[in-house]
């Protein structure tokens, strides 16, 4: 009797706390879909949902098959987005009104498209370049551009479900990614013939794309492994926002809750990259760096991380969007002494915003980086003192614990308190995102060089986003440690 009286007891217990649980998941859910109703309104960019090729078939059509069906996906978005907007609709500010300066289709050149860029003379490799989430093949044109001048053919996909309309995003998932990826690798052998050095550069998203087709090749045992791993603010790790996204999206199963299926509704008046952001984008982020993550330590387990090329990354030590502790716990310390650096890119500690730092701000990097010796290098850009304006390079080799440091012909902006995770790949002369845009290139909008001043809710955008750095003023330096890896340019013919 006692033990039944027990049991008894125990099981109201469980029964009041799944009642319990219950109750403040489905107050969750009731609170997100009322707060969901606030804001704008959804458009037809968000509720199309384009028909990109199946994985399946990405593989099979091969690099041209790609570019063909992505000029009918292109061609199908005019004809239902931009040549039926609403008159509320046709407007400077839309990217989808063919009216618009930035509209893509009428500037010099669409980089929302997949490209190749060809080198002067014979190639001498080739390199894939793989955007990261909301953007497009826009982002790593900076770079490919300098592989191209290098000898290199430099190949970047529009990676599926970018470069179109925001609503492709709520039905893509990263497997598709990773189709786009293994057929750009395809082309990219193909072009650069039997033996020749291949790269992978991936920036955000793309650069988890990247490791994991790295890491597919070397459990395949792959004869043709690619050489190079270049990372731009690697997604290895997001917040523990994103595990969980999903459930922020259920109350959209009810029509009336459509816009619960969006972490954020913005105007679209980038041209090379969505403002909005759907639920399932952070979804198959944190499924992709979940399932890398998971790949990594078990091959790092097993001893079998040996025949992964050296990897070069470089990353912000402030970065809102993807966790810089990840790139080090969940990558760098799983990596083999195969020769691997690590660039990381200081807050400014000479600004005048100095006492606005907060506690944590300008103690991450040590609290980031494990005590050495290492099996791979560190190379910090700093000034390390209120008093030290111009920017030094200090680096820790492999196996070593005593720091080299060097100064740089480079200073910190000094209205720039850090860097940001959008920033790395763009200079400063960048016509769309740069601090000092290139006069020769227009692409409807500078987004770079906006200082805005005024009253709260006046703009029709988010300050956060104008605020944010999205020029990289150390581009130079990380252009020219990408280049010493590059083959020397051949001769022009």
Excluded at 85 to 109: Q, V
Excluded at 380 to 409: F, I, K, Y
């Amino acid at each position: 009797m006692p033990v039944r009286r027990l049991f008894g007891w125990g099981g109201r217990q469980v029964r009041r706390a799944l009642i319990l649980v219950g109750a403040c998941l489905l107050t969750l859910l009731v609170v997100r879909a009322w707060d969901s109703q606030r804001g704008a309104p959804l458009e037809a960019w968000h509720i199309l949902v384009p028909r990109e090729l199946p994985r399946e078939a990405i593989e099979e059509a091969g690099w041209n098959g790609y570019l063909a069906a992505e000029e009918r996906l292109l061609r199908e978005m005019r004809e239902t987005v931009s040549r039926r907007l609403d008159p509320k609709d046709r407007i400077p500010l839309n990217r989808y009104f063919e009216g618009s300066p930035a509209y893509p289709a009428h500037l010099p050149r669409d980089w929302n498209r997949s490209y190749v860029l060809e080198p002067e003379g014979p190639a001498q490799g080739a390199a894939v370049f793989l955007h990261g989430l909301t953007d497009s093949p826009y982002s790593l044109r900076h770079l490919a551009r300098r592989y191209a001048a290098r000898g290199f053919v430099a190949i970047a996909p529009r990676l599926p479900a970018h470069g179109t309309v925001p609503g492709a995003l709520t039905a893509v998932e990263w497997e598709d990614w990773m189709a786009a990826t293994r057929m750009a690798l395809r082309e990219a052998r193909r072009r650069a013939g039997p033996g020749a050095p291949v790269h992978l550069v991936g920036f955000s998203n793309g650069a988890a794309l990247a490791l994991m087709q790295a890491l597919d090749m070397l459990e395949a045992g792959d004869p043709e492994p690619v050489t190079r791993i270049v990372l731009v603010s690697p997604m290895v790790g997001v917040t523990a926002f994103a595990r969980f996204a999903r459930l922020a999206g259920l109350p959209a199963v009810f029509p009336a809750f459509a816009k619960a299926a969006w972490l954020s509704i913005s105007p679209e008046f980038n041209p090379f990259k969505y403002n909005s952001f759907p639920v399932n984008g952070a979804r198959q982020s944190w499924l992709l760096t979940d399932v890398l993550q998971q790949r990594l330590a078990r091959l790092a387990r097993e001893g079998r991380l040996g025949p992964l090329p050296p990897v070069l990354t470089f990353q912000s030590v402030m970065d809102a969007t993807v966790s810089t502790a990840a790139v080090l716990d969940g990558l760098y310390a799983r990596l083999p002494a195969n020769g691997s650096e690590l660039v990381l890119f200081d807050i400014n500690r000479a600004t005048r915003l100095g006492p606005l730092f907060r506690p944590a701000s300008e103690t991450a990097l040590e609290r980031l980086l494990p005590p050495p010796p290492r099996r791979y290098r560190v190379t910090v850009l700093s000034n390390r003192s209120p008093d030290e304006a111009g920017m030094a390079e200090e680096s820790l080799a492999a196996g070593e614990t005593a720091p080299r440091r060097q100064p740089l012909e480079l200073d910190y902006p000094p209205d720039i308190y850090s860097l940001s995770h959008i920033a790395l790949p763009f200079p400063v002369t960048d016509a769309l995102y740069g601090l000092k845009p290139d006069p020769e290139e227009d692409f409807g909008i500078r987004l770079g060089d906006i200082a805005p001043r005024g009253e709260r809710n006046t703009l029709v955008v988010d300050l956060d986003s104008l605020l944010r750095v999205s020029s990289n003023p150390f581009f130079p330096y990380l252009i020219g440690r990408v280049e010493e890896g590059i083959a020397p340019a051949p001769p022009a013919r």
